[in-house]
């Protein structure tokens, strides 16, 4: 059974940092990109970062560009997602996608709040 599980989101102030992880399990992790995505209420669900298979190559949208770190652990079969100087705009869920060629699986998500 395939299984993207996301923890370590939380409430946050503004400036402060999370680390999110994704374990994976049910598939061969290390033939997957792993992607980490969010959404905003009453908004689209947007991509946040990317990392290659074996973790080679990473891309970030503009907008965490400096600030959020994805990294990977292909032993543990896990993603994680450094997040630091959180502004409040960083608010939403967190879901974790796992993608290659043929297949693409979703977490449940975790959410992540910053607010003084």
């Known amino acids: 059974q395939v299984q993207l599980v996301e923890s370590g989101g939380g409430l946050v102030q503004p400036g402060g940092s999370l680390r999110l992880s994704c374990a994976a399990s049910?598939?061969?992790?290390?033939?997957?990109?792993m992607r980490w995505y969010r959404q905003a209420p009453g908004k689209e669900r947007e991509l946040v970062a990317t990392?290659?298979?074996?973790?080679?190559?990473?891309n970030y949208a503009d907008s965490v560009k400096g600030r959020f770190t994805i990294s990977r652990d292909n032993v543990k079969n896990t993603v994680y997602l450094q997040m630091n100087s959180l502004k409040p705009e960083d608010t939403g869920v967190y879901y974790c996608?796992?993608?290659?060629?043929?297949?693409?699986?979703w977490g449940q998500g975790t959410q992540v709040t910053v607010a003084s």
């Open positions: 996608n796992a993608q290659n060629r043929y297949f693409q699986y």
């Open positions: 049910g598939f061969t992790f290390s033939n997957y990109a």
């Open positions: 990392i290659t298979s074996a973790g080679g190559s990473t």
